[in-house]
């Protein structure tokens, strides 16, 4: 998956772009850590505990310009992308997404894109 202006996880009908404010203190204060490849990760757990190896994860990457960004929802081990807007069935995961995205918005680390 490449780096994009606007990104998205698979099925879900909002894009996201990081805000013109963005900055490296606003990623940091908002739990992303910096890679050795001096990018940006957010990995954050949808269901179950912080510490549970288990459930869907969100995983966010920023570049080292903070001008482009990637994100999907992903297994347990990050491997595989996984749609959890398909059916029903994952509609706390879809609110937990929401939420978490909602929380950057207003903290000024995103926009939404229509």
Known sequence: MAFEEKATVLGSPIAY?????AKRYTLRDNGFTETNGGNFQL???LEATPQSKEGFKLKITVDKDIKTVKMSVTTANGLKAVNIFKDGSHKMLQEKFYF???GF???GLFVKVD
């Open 100 to 102: 978490l995205m909602d």
């Open 105 to 107: 918005i207003s903290r």
């Open 43 to 45: 990995i954050r757990p």
């Open 17 to 21: 772009k990081l805000a013109p404010e």
